[in-house]
């Protein structure tokens, strides 16, 4: 990365005149915080104890029991950590996983031939550019959708977990010798495509406190690095973040930052979403994969349909290959179709045709963050309350070889509140239906002064997202 990557005067001031939040409370203005964000190796620390729980799935997928219910790589990826992270982590954190995820962190420690703070000694990396057509999250896109087709076998056979955990850190590696900086974490992650379109609507955000001393200092170090710290790992100049779709959070900004310039705020939930610029449809079809995802997971994982599920299981090549081949068309084409005709009448009835037709689909794919966030949370309860005791029998029997570490083995399975789960899903999901009609309403706004225009454009768009909530609801009271 070279100054020539950095943002122009003109683009700086576009973000110097943007509002600034009024409802935020700087969290880094407490001492104590800033003092730990700032201590150089909190994120190592992290990373370390996240990596040794991550060694221990991969072992114990591919050498321990291929009983899922007893082996550690099954329950604690796909029940402990999920659950972290979809429940807890993104909704209230955003890419805060990110900073820790221990996926990239042998590439970019032999990257940086360091661990902890920069080091004299160039990078260990041929240093590539990422190719400008691929600067997009299609890739993660395809990445997520390619691992859910195969996610009824990866969430039950321990093998199979575990060698897509090893492939995913070797992927990681090679990208790291090869490009420069998180290449892999910013555009091939299947993973971070979902974490970075929910982050948006976190209630945490990383941004410079004024981007006026970002235009007139320049040494750049936030994004070039220098003594104190790296230069962003993520490929993003901190003087003209807007939204927090690609922050990492490793907060090597609020390290390397000479002029004190970088916070971390708590504000108002979902304020990137009302932010035009960096819209595209990648994301808007990062939004339609999760909402579908979402929608075809309950059918059938949680459904009646027997059929469906071994099909999905791959108990016969044929029947997976007509599964699969829906669940695509369903992905790529069905739901984003529907979306475009609610879309073009909405743009029809409130007389909006001087929009252009991609444009307003895009930006109102938006609308769909909020309740395929809440379709993921309330479909993720109905699975992790049933099956999270599982959690301390592996615990002290990791590969269920027999150990008994800390004796939890013989802990028996105890469904937490079975009977109370749909009660909490259908108002979590409420809760997404709200969030996702105020905001077609607001982005749709956005293209008229008119309220009475931005209504008619936002209705249909809403009965679109009552339709989804009213299926998620009827799955889960089914």
Same mark, same amino acid.
């Given at each position: &990365?070279?100054?020539?990557?950095?943002?122009?005067?003109?683009?700086?001031?576009?973000?110097?005149?943007?509002?600034?939040?009024?409802?935020?409370?700087?969290?880094?203005?407490?001492? +104590?915080?800033?003092?730990?964000? =700032?201590?150089?190796?909190?994120?190592?620390?992290?990373?370390?104890?996240?990596?040794?729980?991550?060694?221990?799935?991969?072992?114990?997928?591919?050498?321990?029991?291929?009983?899922?219910?007893?082996?550690?790589? *099954?329950?604690?990826?796909?029940?402990?950590?999920?659950?972290?992270?979809?429940?807890?982590?993104?909704?209230?954190?955003? =890419?805060?996983?990110?900073? &820790? #995820?221990?996926?990239?962190?042998?590439?970019?420690?032999?990257?940086?031939?360091?661990? *902890?703070?920069?080091?004299?000694?160039?990078?260990?990396?041929?240093?590539?550019? +990422?190719?400008?057509?691929?600067?997009?999250?299609?890739?993660?896109?395809?990445?997520?959708?390619?691992?859910?087709?195969?996610?009824?076998?990866?969430?039950?056979?321990?093998?199979?977990?575990?060698?897509?955990?090893?492939?995913?850190?070797?992927?990681?590696?090679?990208?790291?010798?090869?490009?420069?900086?998180?290449?892999? #974490?910013?555009?091939? #992650?299947?993973?971070?495509?979902?974490?970075?379109?929910?982050?948006?609507? /976190?209630?945490?955000?990383? =941004?410079?406190?004024?981007?006026?001393?970002?235009?007139?200092?320049?040494?750049?170090?936030?994004?070039? $690095?220098?003594?104190?710290?790296?230069?962003?790992?993520?490929?993003?100049?901190?003087?003209?973040?807007?939204?927090?779709?690609?922050?990492?959070?490793?907060?090597?900004?609020?390290?390397?930052?000479?002029?004190?310039?970088?916070?971390?705020?708590?504000?108002?939930?979902?304020?990137?979403?009302?932010? !035009?610029?960096?819209?595209?449809?990648?994301?808007?079809?990062?939004?339609?994969?999760?909402?579908?995802?979402?929608?075809?997971?309950?059918?059938?994982?949680?459904?009646?349909?027997?059929?469906?599920?071994?099909?999905?299981? &791959?108990? !016969?090549?044929?029947?997976?290959?007509?599964?699969?081949?829906?669940?695509?068309? *369903?992905?790529?084409?069905?739901?984003?179709?529907?979306?475009?005709?609610?879309?073009?009448?909405?743009?029809?009835?409130?007389?909006?045709?001087?929009?252009? &037709?991609?444009?307003?689909?895009?930006?109102?794919?938006?609308?769909?963050?909020?309740?395929?966030?809440?379709?993921?949370?309330?479909? !993720?309860?109905?699975?992790?309350?049933?099956?999270? /005791?599982? %959690?301390?029998?592996?615990?002290?029997?990791?590969?269920?070889?027999?150990?008994?570490?800390? $004796?939890?083995?013989? +802990?028996?399975?105890?469904?937490? %509140?079975?009977?109370?789960?749909?009660?909490?899903?259908?108002? *979590?999901?409420?809760?997404?239906?709200?969030?996702?009609?105020?905001?077609?309403?607001?982005?749709?706004?956005?293209?008229?002064?008119?309220?009475?225009?931005?209504?008619?454009?936002?209705?249909?768009?809403?009965?679109?997202?009552?339709? %989804?909530?009213?299926?998620?609801?009827?799955?889960?009271?089914?």
């Amino acid at each position: &990365m070279t100054r020539t990557d950095l943002p122009t005067a003109t683009r700086l001031r576009q973000v110097i005149h943007r509002p600034q939040h009024v409802r935020s409370f700087e969290l880094t203005s407490l001492r +104590w915080l800033r003092a730990l964000l =700032r201590w150089r190796p909190l994120q190592f620390t992290l990373i370390v104890v996240t990596l040794a729980f991550f060694v221990l799935a991969i072992l114990a997928s591919l050498f321990g029991t291929p009983v899922g219910s007893r082996n550690f790589g *099954i329950i604690f990826v796909w029940i402990v950590w999920w659950a972290l992270l979809i429940l807890v982590l993104v909704p209230f954190g955003g =890419r805060l996983w990110c900073a &820790m #995820c221990p996926i990239p962190a042998p590439g970019e420690w032999l990257q940086r031939r360091a661990l *902890i703070a920069p080091t004299r000694w160039q990078p260990f990396t041929l240093g590539k550019r +990422w190719p400008h057509r691929l600067r997009s999250i299609w890739v993660q896109n395809l990445a997520f959708l390619g691992m859910a087709l195969f996610s009824v076998i990866i969430l039950t056979r321990p093998l199979v977990t575990g060698l897509l955990l090893l492939g995913l850190v070797l992927l990681a590696l090679g990208f790291s010798l090869m490009y420069e900086r998180r290449v892999f #974490c910013r555009y091939l #992650c299947p993973v971070g495509g979902f974490i970075g379109l929910y982050s948006m609507a /976190s209630p945490i955000e990383l =941004r410079v406190r004024d981007p006026e001393v970002c235009q007139k200092h320049r040494a750049k170090e936030c994004y070039l $690095g220098n003594e104190r710290g790296f230069g962003c790992p993520w490929l993003i100049f901190p003087g003209s973040l807007e939204r927090n779709a690609y922050c990492g959070l490793c907060t090597e900004c609020l390290k390397t930052c000479t002029m004190d310039n970088v916070a971390i705020r708590l504000r108002q939930p979902g304020l990137d979403l009302f932010v !035009s610029k960096g819209r595209g449809l990648d994301e808007a079809y990062k939004a339609f994969i999760m909402l579908t995802c979402a929608l075809l997971y309950s059918v059938v994982l949680l459904g009646p349909w027997g059929a469906l599920k071994d099909a999905a299981d &791959m108990r !016969s090549f044929g029947g997976w290959a007509s599964y699969a081949l829906g669940f695509v068309a *369903i992905n790529l084409a069905v739901v984003p179709g529907l979306f475009w005709v609610v879309t073009w009448l909405g743009r029809r009835w409130a007389g909006l045709e001087v929009v252009p &037709m991609r444009r307003l689909f895009t930006d109102l794919a938006y609308s769909l963050v909020p309740l395929g966030l809440m379709a993921w949370v309330a479909f !993720s309860l109905s699975f992790v309350l049933v099956n999270i /005791s599982y %959690a301390l029998p592996v615990l002290s029997d990791p590969f269920g070889w027999g150990w008994d570490l800390f $004796g939890t083995r013989d +802990w028996p399975w105890t469904p937490y %509140a079975p009977v109370l789960i749909p009660y909490l899903q259908v108002p *979590i999901l409420l809760i997404g239906l709200i969030s996702g009609v105020y905001v077609a309403w607001r982005i749709a706004g956005e293209h008229t002064a008119r309220p009475q225009q931005a209504l008619r454009a936002a209705l249909p768009v809403s009965a679109f997202l009552l339709a %989804a909530t009213v299926v998620l609801i009827g799955l889960y009271l089914g």
